[in-house]
């Protein structure tokens, strides 16, 4: 058995989303066991990511991915929130 990529047929082609959100109020201490994060504080993580695929040719397959992810972090007293565009590759 071999393994090979599959090309995609000229004028074919696939478009995947996807969406990942997480979210966290405790962190692991250093003994290893479960903590809370100071101040009452929630870690927050959201990604939209996307990848498609064309057929150019029957032997030649473009490909596009990217991803936009955004970070956030909150306590009591200080809140963070970043946001960014990832490259786009084809």
Not at 1 to 11: C, E, F, T
Not at 33 to 61: D, K, M, Y
């Amino acid at each position: 058995m071999i393994a090979s990529p599959w090309m995609q047929k000229r004028g074919h082609g696939i478009v995947i989303f996807g969406w990942h959100d997480y979210r966290a109020s405790e962190r692991f201490s250093l003994s290893g066991g479960r903590q809370p994060l100071p101040a009452g504080g929630v870690f927050q993580s959201r990604s939209l990511h996307l990848w498609a695929e064309a057929g150019l040719t029957n032997r030649w397959t473009g490909i596009l991915s990217g991803s936009i992810p955004s970070l956030r972090y909150s306590d009591a007293g200080y809140s963070y929130r970043a946001s960014s565009f990832s490259s786009l590759l084809w």
